[in-house]
């Protein structure tokens, strides 16, 4: 069974700080994929990134940033000068290859950025 | 990527009733659409996967007639909450996967 652990409850930041959500993942496949999702207030859940277990390469989107290491299975996701509009509730999740493959999901960061 | 609507946004209904909760994917065909339940500060929990025209498959815990799931064609899946009860009241979520996974906004279902 695969598990997904997001260790951060709760962060707050200040505006333009730096700050850094982790996640650590669990499985025995060697083929999997990671995602991570953003849910505002408002409830819906929004794609920010899905990575697959085979790219290892960071990635960087605006002021995102995604640390993928297989060696500390971790998928850890930073956001550079944070702004009040990131205030969200992240979550991580990982899905096994297939078509039919649910998600199992962390349980999720709440990340307040303070004016 | 595809576009799942869904609908109502929230719900308020009496104790006993039932709500049915529509999930639409709009540009795409979706063989099988998934049911998520979040409590507060709690992360989302698969409750069901839709098949379209065949039966439903729930996941261990998830009472099946109770939540009653129907996914008739390739752009519809309802979930219907049958008899809700105040513990019902959640925040319910489908999604459709095309590749990535795409949410639906979500149902608030709030049971008096």
């Known amino acids: 069974a695969q598990k997904v652990t997001q260790a951060q409850t709760e962060i707050s930041v200040v505006e333009k700080e730096d700050v850094t959500l982790d996640c650590v993942y669990e499985t025995r496949d060697t083929t999997y994929y990671l995602f991570w999702y953003k849910q505002p207030p408002s409830g819906e859940l929004v794609f920010l990134i899905r990575?697959?277990?085979?790219?290892?390469q960071n990635e960087i989107s605006g002021r995102y940033s995604w640390n993928f290491q297989k060696s500390t299975s971790s998928f850890n996701f930073t956001i550079t000068a944070s702004q009040v509009v990131d205030s969200a509730v992240y979550f991580c999740a990982l899905s096994l290859s297939g078509s039919a493959r649910q998600l199992t999901f962390g349980s999720g960061t709440q990340l307040t950025v303070l004016p | 990527g595809a576009v799942v609507s869904q609908h109502p946004s929230w719900v308020i209904c009496k104790s006993g009733t039932s709500v049915k909760i529509e999930c639409r994917s709009l540009d795409f065909q979706a063989t099988t659409m998934f049911w998520y339940r979040q409590f507060p500060k709690k992360s989302l929990m698969l409750m069901a996967t839709s098949n379209e025209g065949s039966k439903a498959t729930y996941e261990q815990g998830v009472e099946k007639d109770k939540f009653l799931i129907n996914h008739a064609s390739l752009t519809l899946s309802t979930l219907t909450v049958t008899s809700a009860h105040p513990e019902d009241s959640s925040f319910y979520i489908c999604?459709?996967?095309?590749?990535?996974?795409?949410f639906g906004s979500g149902t608030q279902l709030s049971v008096l």
């Open positions: 990575r697959n277990s085979f790219d290892e």
């Open positions: 999604s459709v996967r095309e590749g990535k996974l795409f």
